[in-house]
């Protein structure tokens, strides 16, 4: 079972996903403002990303892919990326 779920933040009005991958909760932004065209376009994303941890090929490259922008340093932890000191 994969626990995700596509989120908005009331303060910010912006878009998240959040998700378990390996055990970590990851809560990452999409930076974009809650519409109805990015909503769609989030719901998207939390399906491929599905996709990829059903069929084992979710890493860390996949994390930088769709989160190109994330600060989390809980991505070292599934391995693959190394963040720059």
Do not use: C, W
Request: no cysteine; glycine share 6%; aromatic share 12%.
């Amino acid at each position: 079972m994969i626990i995700m779920s596509v989120y908005i933040d009331k303060r910010t009005n912006i878009i998240y996903i959040n998700f378990i991958f390996k055990g970590i909760r990851f809560r990452e932004s999409l930076h974009l403002k809650a519409t109805k065209t990015n909503l769609k376009f989030a719901e998207r994303i939390d399906k491929e990303i599905q996709g990829l941890i059903l069929a084992g090929k979710f890493n860390a490259d996949e994390f930088k892919r769709y989160f190109p922008n994330s600060k989390s340093r809980k991505i070292e932890l599934i391995g693959g990326i190394k963040f720059k000191r």
